[in-house]
Nanobody
Framework: QVQLVESGGGLVQPGGSLRLSCEAS????????MGWYRQAPGKERELVAS????????NYADSAKGRFTISRDNDKNTVYLHMNSLKPEDTAVYLC????????????WGQGTQVTVSS
């Protein structure tokens, strides 16, 4: 049974930091590229960051560049999203997703973790 379980969300003040984690099970994690998406009310789902299977290549949305860092630990079947200098507009549900290269379609999805940036 495939599972992606996110954790680490919460309420943080503007300028603060959070680290999100996504633990995978039920598939061969190291074979899958991973991504972090976010979904805010009334907005389209946005791919915030992605990372290749061995972690050698990362990509970021313009809104995340310089503030967010995606990483993975294939021994722990976990992908992380470190978020610094958080802004109110970063408020959203953050979801991790997995895709099997060379497909560009994310096949597996987590349920998400809420991040709220507010004073």
């Amino acid at each position: 049974q495939v599972q992606l379980v996110e954790s680490g969300g919460g309420l943080v003040q503007p300028g603060g930091s959070l680290r999100l984690s996504c633990e995978a099970s039920g598939f061969t994690f190291r074979h899958y590229a991973m991504g972090w998406y976010r979904q805010a009310p009334g907005k389209e789902r946005e791919l915030v960051a992605s990372i290749t299977t061995a972690g050698g290549t990362t990509n970021y949305a313009d809104s995340a560049k310089g503030r967010f860092t995606i990483s993975r630990d294939n021994d722990k079947n976990t992908v992380y999203l470190h978020m610094n200098s958080l802004k109110p507009e970063d408020t959203a549900v953050y979801l991790c997703a997995a895709r099997l290269p060379p497909s560009r379609v994310y096949r597996y999805w987590g349920q998400g973790t809420q991040v709220t940036v507010s004073s």
